[in-house]
């Protein structure tokens, strides 16, 4: 199982942007589908954004022309470029597989906090 650990979070005003980074482990990253996914206070995970290992992306719509999930298979990271960020973005984001996500299995994220 790849191990990821996610980074860049903080605390931001509305409007701002943050980016946020994911390093993963192992050497099949590039074989991997990803995504980011984030959890509010007192809310399930919910989907933000995912990359196939081809590089196809899909947005929930709530961050669509917002958010930019990208990748970088030589650094094996996956990023989340947040722009436009709005009160109700504030959440822990984590980077997760499809395998992570069927398994409960969660990192321990990064924090986001965006401020009115």
């Known amino acids: 199982q790849v191990q990821l650990v996610e980074s860049g979070g903080g605390l931001v005003q509305a409007g701002g942007s943050l980016r946020l980074s994911c390093a993963a482990s192992?050497?099949?990253?590039?074989?991997?589908?990803l995504g980011w996914y984030r959890q509010a206070a007192g809310k399930q995970h919910e989907l933000v954004a995912t990359?196939?290992?081809?590089?196809?992306?899909n947005y929930a719509d709530s961050v669509k022309g917002r958010f930019t999930i990208s990748r970088d298979n030589a650094k094996n990271t996956v990023y989340l470029q947040m722009n436009s960020l709005k009160p109700e973005d504030t959440a822990v984001y984590y980077c997760?597989?499809?395998?992570?996500?069927?398994?409960?299995?969660w990192g321990q994220g990064t924090p986001v906090t965006v401020s009115s």
């Open positions: 997760n597989t499809d395998f992570g996500v069927a398994m409960s299995l």
């Open positions: 192992g050497r099949t990253f590039s074989s991997l589908n």
């Open positions: 990359i196939s290992s081809g590089g196809i992306s």
